[in-house]
């Protein structure tokens, strides 16, 4: 299967499940595979190369070194010839990770994100592991096959068995296995020093829906309410240790982390905005804001956040939408396209108020970006498309012709020009309106 349909064979997966797995505890010593299992190892193995063609990795030195320092750390002997941990990271803005049964663990961009500091990076990698030296996978699929007899099939598209494995591993596995790896996970971290207590705090991060429509891809960190269920028994695991152990004295590394993981969290806002989920854009580009002001690309990227957000207003992470408005939201997300949702947010005077103002921030955000650094020409190219949605097409029109200049060979300039074409066809009406009025 190609990495275009298998990541789509994922998508549908998250509106139509496997089936509910067997409970169970993992197996820590060798597992030996039966004959097909040989044949989807072999083809997870593939995964490796496959993700490189595709462009899904993320790779940068410092980060790489980052998270291999702590993973290589947690990552016990292989107890079977086909286990090999490596350690690798996906561009993806979904907050999620996953681990293969032959030791490859992936961890999404949009995770990497939103962690807060290295204690919960240590966490998660243990929890992640844990999967992969548990058999997780194995014994999922051994359990799962006895209820899907060959194949699935998921509207026009056949998702073979063969890719289980990374189904499996992406969507998360029973309430049994995954609480099993969070306590492992717990002890192999603290044991390593860091403050567990920061696991919870952790879970407690990925239950926020700066969207107000619990839609994303499902994974097993996105699951409501098993989220405060799994924060919970940490704190209680944390409770139990307290008298043994000094938590105060234990690594946090928030600093260092966040400083790491910085250029991948302005990634991850510019990838959220890309795919219509500009509530959470704009609550993490705000984050990057308020941890440094003075960096011209945070604020661009607010600007952008703001802009992709259009009619939409701010939801409160205090107060969540009713399940009733979710509902409607998540319906018309599948039946409108991205333009259809926008065209009838905007029939209402409240989605046009938005719209004013969520333009009127991102050319501020914007304007104070070009104040920061003037040689970021993509900051007049924002500048121009929000003045452009408020109506002040002449003063549009200069900022898109600066971009151009600054970037004569950009990849958007057909998409410009056409803008710029627009803008002069409304200053044309504007100014025959005037001749026209006595």
């Known amino acids: 299967m190609s990495g275009r349909k298998l990541l789509a064979a994922v998508l549908i997966l998250a509106l139509f499940p496997l089936p509910c797995l067997a409970a169970g505890k993992g197996v820590y010593e060798a597992v030996e595979l039966k004959e097909r299992e040989k044949s989807l190892i072999e083809t997870v193995n593939e995964y490796e190369n496959l993700f490189v063609r595709r462009g899904y990795r993320y790779d940068t030195d410092e980060l790489n070194a980052l998270i291999r320092g702590i993973a290589e750390r947690l990552a016990p002997e292989p107890t079977d010839p086909y286990i090999d941990y490596r350690f690798y990271v996906f561009r993806n803005p979904i907050p999620n990770a996953f681990a293969l049964p032959d030791g490859q663990v992936y961890l999404h961009t949009g995770m990497l994100a939103v962690l807060e500091n290295e204690a919960q990076l240590a966490g998660l990698l243990a929890h992640e592991i844990n999967h992969s030296a548990g058999h997780h996978s194995v014994l999922s699929f051994r359990s799962a096959r006895k209820k899907v007899i060959t194949s699935m099939v998921l509207g026009p598209l056949t998702l073979g068995l063969s890719d289980i494995f990374l189904i499996l591993s992406m969507l998360g596995y029973s309430r049994d296995l995954e609480e099993e790896a969070d306590r492992r996970g717990f002890e192999q971290a603290l044991d ?3 403050d567990v207590r920061e696991m919870a705090r952790f879970f407690e991060i990925l239950n926020r829906d700066p969207e107000g429509e619990r839609i994303r891809v499902k994974t097993k960190w996105s699951t409501h309410p098993q989220l405060q269920d799994r924060a919970d028994y940490i704190r209680g695991m944390v409770a139990e ?5 000094n938590f105060g004295e234990l690594k946090v590394e928030a600093k260092s982390y966040r400083s790491v993981t910085r250029e991948v969290a302005l990634l991850t806002v510019e990838d959220l905005a890309r795919a219509d989920y500009p509530r959470s854009a704009l609550y993490l580009a705000k984050r990057l804001v308020e941890e440094d002001d003075t960096e011209a ?6 600007g952008e956040a703001l802009r992709a957000l259009g009619g939409r ?3 409160s992470l205090q107060e969540e939408p009713t399940k009733k408005e979710k509902r409607k939201t998540r319906i018309e997300r599948v039946v409108l396209t991205r333009g259809e949702r926008e065209e009838k947010r905007l029939e209402t005077e409240e989605g046009r108020e938005n719209l004013r103002r969520n333009l009127d921030a991102a050319q501020s955000a914007y304007r104070r970006a070009l ?5 970021l020409a993509e900051a007049h190219r924002g500048l121009g498309f929000a003045l452009e949605g408020l109506g002040l097409y002449k003063e549009a029109g200069k900022e898109l012709v600066k971009y151009l200049r600054a970037r004569p060979e950009a990849l958007d300039k057909e998409i410009v020009m056409e803008r710029l074409k627009s803008i002069t066809e409304n200053l044309k ?4 309106e005037e001749n026209a009025s006595p």
């Open 313 to 315: 207003g701010e939801i």
């Open 371 to 375: 104040e920061l650094d003037a040689s």
């Open 429 to 432: 009406k504007e100014g025959e």
């Open 192 to 194: 390593l020093g860091y």
């Open 241 to 245: 240790r307290e008298e043994g152990v």
């Open 297 to 302: 690309e945070a604020h661009f990227l607010l």
